[in-house]
């Protein structure tokens, strides 16, 4: 039974970092490719970041570059969603999925977290 299990997300002061991790179980980790997303009430889930299996690629939304990077530890299973400078607008639920390829579309990751959520007062 795979499992993906987000934490981190808490309030936080504008400003202030965040780091956002996702602990796998249940499948062969360093062969997926992990992706971050988010979604706030009354819309759709939106990419943040994926990586590859490997590690060695991350890619972005154009809307947190600079300020997002992500990262995993494949001998722990773990991916890791850094967040610096938060903004009001970075309040949302933040969910990790585990699929083949480190895509934007959220139909191409196979197996998904409950989420984490992130809540950044002004």
């Known amino acids: 039974q795979v499992q993906l299990v987000e934490s981190g997300g808490e309030l936080v002061q504008a400003g202030g970092p965040l780091r956002l991790s996702c602990a796998a179980s249940?499948?062969?980790?360093?062969?997926?490719?992990m992706g971050w997303f988010r979604q706030t009430p009354g819309n759709e889930r939106a990419f943040v970041a994926a990586?590859?299996?490997?590690?060695?690629?991350?890619y972005y939304a154009n809307s947190v570059k600079g300020r997002f990077t992500i990262s995993r530890d494949n001998a722990k299973s773990t991916t890791y969603l850094e967040i610096n400078s938060l903004k009001p607008e970075d309040t949302a639920v933040y969910y990790c999925?585990?699929?083949?390829?480190?895509?934007?579309?959220?139909?191409?990751?196979?197996?998904w977290g409950q989420g984490t959520q992130v809540t950044v007062s002004s």
């Open positions: 990586i590859n299996w490997s590690g060695s690629k991350g």
């Open positions: 999925a585990a699929g083949r390829w480190p895509v934007e579309a959220s139909s191409e990751y196979d197996f």
């Open positions: 249940g499948l062969s980790f360093s062969s997926y490719a």
